[in-house]
């Protein structure tokens, strides 16, 4: 190298790489309370490199979480709009618009979650193990559980506020605005669903129909009413 | 000492680094070129979804929060598109790759929604194409210098393929399901992250979840270990390149699995990325003559 500037430079590079590299590894593992310089570190990882590959593991995500959209230009009927698009993929790997079933997955997910965690809270409720799906759970993991609970009023005015529910709204609107060329006068009813997976235990005994057999939670926030599932 | 490792300290690393790089820029832009599509849906800012308290995040607040403008979403989408085409065309300087890296950091954190583990994954190696840039745009006057800066971002390029690894095997050997054999078989009944076919497939013969589960834990605990070997890296990089096929084909995760066989490129010795660049170069010269023109 020709001149010490450079040197410092190569070294100050190296030194960035060591940095990064150390504080992926430590920060990674490190609780999202942590204080202080882990606290930096954590920030510096989550905020520029946040890394978002875990969906499969520990725990993959196994439970579909949907929407049924029922847009106000077409009374009657309900659309799942992912599914539309999904059933494409049978033939073309990737169908038109297949980014935007991952929203719809995103938000229904959230807002299911924050259901679950409103619900307990608001009505005071304690989630109760499905019997249908208690033998879904032998030697298997707890995500295949159904704990069921009945969502009270409070609870669906509390969730309307939450920045999941508000984003969900937007994305039905936006599918129904582009669905029928028109913008919409007022919001989508919406209703939340949960297909859980046929456990493993039933179709090793032969119990699986001929139609696919899926648990569905529903939530109509239109009518306010609906049980609620993790 | 391995191969690879011996030839990286040894030979000039320009070739590959400049191969990962521009692949890189290519996956990006095909990936936000799609977003073109769905820019009604480009709304979010993931503010929430990360260290709320941190003050990296509360720096840029204003800028995340510029995101939610749909006028401004556009100019940042069409501005990143003109960036990444500037990118292909000529060697990017500082400035224009910085001005780069901020348009893509607002469109993917406006856009999170719509992103997958992959559109995560070119991002941080976009972050890391920095290094590239530095070596490659006239900032270093010696030669020595700018190898340096290749050598950094293939450094970079490879630890974050075995940190995934390394944190996939370490998680899924605290799962039930990964443990048993049966991850697979409720998986593909995730209606989003399934092929219909394979959902049809694993249904009828649920057995083959055992075979397709097991082969996973090994090939990721094996990689990071098997890639520097000289007799094993082949063999290693073809059976990470069927993995990613597998899951591309059976789970529809195109633009991560491409991703991943794109950054398999990091490994490639100066040797193996002299060839393809010759190669690359006899298809491009074969498709537009005009190629040569530019090449030269």
Not at chain 1, 81 to 94: C, V
């Amino acid at each position: 190298m020709k001149s010490n500037r450079e040197r410092y430079l190569v070294f100050a590079l190296y030194a960035a790489v060591v940095f990064h590299i150390v504080a992926t590894v430590v920060t990674y593992s490190l609780p999202d309370d942590s204080k202080g310089l882990l606290a930096l570190g954590k920030a510096y990882t989550s905020d520029i490199f946040f890394q978002k590959w875990n969906f499969f593991a520990p725990s993959p995500g196994v439970i579909t979480d949907k929407i049924w959209i029922q847009c106000h230009h077409q009374e009657d009927r309900w659309i799942d709009p992912a599914d539309e698009i999904l059933k494409h993929s049978y033939y073309s790997p990737l169908p038109s618009g297949y980014r935007r079933t991952y929203a719809i997955r995103e938000l229904s997910t959230r807002v299911h979650k924050s259901l679950k965690a409103i619900t307990s809270e608001i009505c005071n409720q304690q989630a109760k193990p499905s019997e249908e799906f208690t033998y879904a759970n032998q030697g298997h993991n707890v995500d295949l559980t159904a704990d069921e609970m009945t969502i009270c009023k409070e609870a669906f005015e509390r969730i309307k506020k939450t920045k999941a529910y508000i984003d969900l709204v937007k994305v039905s609107r936006e599918i129904c605005d582009e669905r029928f060329a028109a913008p919409s006068i007022s919001n989508p009813s919406i209703i939340l669903s949960q297909k859980h997976p046929f456990p493993l235990s039933a179709v090793a005994d032969g119990r699986l129909p001929e139609k696919a057999y899926y648990k569905m939670s529903v939530v109509d926030f239109e009518k306010g009413e609906g049980s609620c599932q993790n | 000492m391995p191969e690879l490792i011996a030839s990286f300290f040894k030979k000039d690393q320009r070739n590959v680094a400049a191969i990962v790089f521009y692949a890189t820029i290519i996956l990006i832009f095909c990936q936000k070129a799609s977003f073109l599509a769905d820019r009604h849906f480009l709304y979010e800012t993931m503010n929430d979804l990360i260290t709320s308290d941190s003050s990296f995040t509360q720096a840029f607040t204003f800028l995340f929060a510029m995101t939610k403008n749909e006028a401004i979403r556009t100019f940042l989408l069409a501005g990143e598109l003109l960036l990444l085409i500037r990118c292909l065309l000529r060697t990017p300087d500082l400035v224009s790759y910085a001005s780069l890296l901020i348009f893509s950091n607002l469109t993917y954190r406006g856009s999170y929604y719509l992103q997958d583990g992959g559109s995560n994954l070119s991002h941080i190696i976009q972050l890391y194409g920095m290094f590239f840039v530095v070596g490659a745009s006239g900032f270093f006057k010696s030669e020595k210098a700018r190898e340096h800066a290749f050598r950094c971002m293939l450094v970079l390029v490879r630890f974050q393929i075995i940190f995934l690894y390394a944190e996939a095997v370490f998680s899924k050997s605290q799962g039930i399901l990964w443990r048993s054999g049966d991850a697979l078989f409720y998986i593909l009944q995730n209606d989003y992250f399934s092929n219909p076919l394979a959902k049809q497939i694993i249904m009828a013969y649920p057995w083959l979840s055992k075979i397709g589960t097991y082969p996973v834990f090994v090939f990721q605990f094996l990689f990071p270990l098997l890639v520097w070997s000289k007799k094993l890296r082949r063999p290693i990089l073809v059976a990470g390149i069927a993995f990613h096929l597998g899951i591309a084909l059976a789970m529809n995760l195109w633009l991560f699995s491409a991703s991943m066989i794109i950054f398999y490129l990091s490994f490639l010795t100066p040797e193996e990325a002299e060839d393809f660049k010759i190669k690359v170069s006899g298809w491009m010269a074969r498709l537009s003559p005009k190629w040569k023109k530019i090449e030269g």
